[in-house]
């Protein structure tokens, strides 16, 4: 695809209930990033890949969010028994590589409400 | 520790001109990025700055001062669709890693 993609758009789920969102970053792009943004706030560093594997997993929340990537490709963020303070807007950003100048390409996020 | 303070919202009028700052305080620095985040979307790549001057591209310059812990976003020529929040990152990679830190953004409001 010619940007970032990201699914579901919008998802409202009950508290206690699992959700799985889906990255599908740049064709070719080796970095692979998660973040967080709620209202008002900045981008909150959730998680990086760089192919499969994850070197920096310091900003995970909890040990309620898990992610993985397989193939280099495709990423998928999961969330077990959704609280309240989940809700958010939850982007994934890949780049060519993690270091240099090399800029982030976002996707358009998932809105992810706990009711 | 890192600090990114943004100014949390400025307004401006359509054609003028308008500087956003972004200050600083990290213990180390591998290059400052600035976003640009329409509202409901994602943020796109503007400018990056890993040496001290201004860099400048099209309608936008970017400013940066390491010896200050300072960089500022100048737009020329505002225009209405300019109205989105701006996004000031810094990589600090003293931690051991290059990801990027984000502050929470300025807000621009442009008026006609």
């Known amino acids: 695809g010619a940007g970032v993609s990201q699914s579901p758009s919008n998802k409202v789920t009950e508290k206690g209930k699992d959700v799985e969102l889906r990255c599908d970053p740049i064709?070719?792009?080796?970095?692979l990033y998660w973040y967080r943004q709620s209202l008002g706030q900045g981008l909150e560093f959730l998680i990086y890949f760089q192919g499969n594997s994850a070197p920096d997993k310091s900003g995970l929340p909890s040990d309620r969010f898990s992610a993985e990537r397989t193939g280099g490709s495709v990423s998928t963020l999961t969330i077990q028994r959704t609280q309240q303070e989940d809700s958010a807007v939850y982007l994934c950003?890949?780049?060519?590589?993690?270091?240099?100048?090399?800029?982030?390409?976002f996707g358009p996020g998932t809105r992810l409400t706990v009711t | 520790g890192q600090n990114i303070d943004q100014p949390t919202e400025m307004t401006a009028t359509e054609g003028a001109i308008v500087q956003i700052n972004c200050t600083y305080q990290t213990s180390g620095f591998n290059g400052l990025f600035w976003y640009q985040q329409h509202a409901g979307e994602a943020p796109t790549f503007l400018s990056y700055?890993?040496?001290?001057g201004l860099e400048e591209k099209g309608r936008f310059s970017s400013f940066l001062s390491r010896s200050k812990g300072y960089s500022y976003l100048l737009l020329k020529e505002l225009q209405m669709k300019d109205s989105a929040s701006y996004l000031c990152?810094?990589?600090?990679?003293?931690?051991?890693?290059?990801?990027?830190?984000f502050g929470r953004g300025t807000s621009l409001i442009v008026h006609p």
């Open positions: 990152a810094v990589r600090d990679p003293s931690g051991g890693s290059y990801i990027p830190t």
């Open positions: 950003a890949s780049s060519k590589s993690d270091g240099s100048s090399y800029e982030q390409y």
């Open positions: 700055n890993v040496l001290d």
């Open positions: 064709s070719g792009h080796t970095a």
